[in-house]
């Protein structure tokens, strides 16, 4: 089995429940569990996920389309080292960690989106703040965004899911 440990996105923390469904739905063909705990889990912003060795390499290809974790590692045996009393046996190595410059650049308030206006023209508008109406509000963040696609939009074999 693999183990990997998502760090969870700051803004996103009290959301924890949320990001571990999201992870469990984008890897959900590949037999994925989720684990509670873990060492540093009591600080908090830590998932720790486990497939079958076997999907690692599919799993690897989804990560980037994770919204509410910024970085996975993957817990591997380390190799013995001699003569250091408190080698804990394992070494995290890095799999996946966010651009957060390509991130910001795929934000809302960075893109434009076409909206009618009252005279049933469709006009330009930048930005997904809205203007404070019921349905004033345009878009969501990258984040938001992607962890809605992950639960309802399931990648598998020959899908390759949705990107954002």
Not at 13 to 39: F, K, Q, T
Not at 79 to 104: K, N, Q, Y
């Amino acid at each position: 089995m693999a183990l990997l440990v998502l760090h969870q996105r700051a803004s996103r923390r009290r959301a924890r429940a949320a990001a571990v469904a999201e992870a469990l739905a984008l890897l959900h063909d590949l037999g994925p569990s989720a684990r509670p705990g873990g060492p540093g889990g009591d600080r908090g912003g830590l998932l720790w996920v486990e497939l079958p060795e076997r999907h690692l390499e599919a799993a690897v290809g989804r990560l980037p389309r994770l919204g509410y974790s910024t970085a996975v590692d993957l817990v591997e045996a380390a190799p013995a080292a001699r003569g250091r009393a408190r080698d804990p046996g394992w070494r995290l190595v890095r799999l996946h960690t966010e651009d957060p410059a390509g991130h910001r650049e795929q934000a809302p308030d960075r893109r434009e989106f076409l909206v009618e206006g009252g005279d049933g023209h469709l006009r330009p508008v930048r930005g997904y703040r809205g203007d404070g109406r019921a349905l004033g509000r345009r878009g969501l963040p990258v984040c938001d965004a992607r962890l809605l696609v992950n639960l309802v939009a399931r990648a598998g074999p020959g899908r390759s899911g949705v990107t954002l």
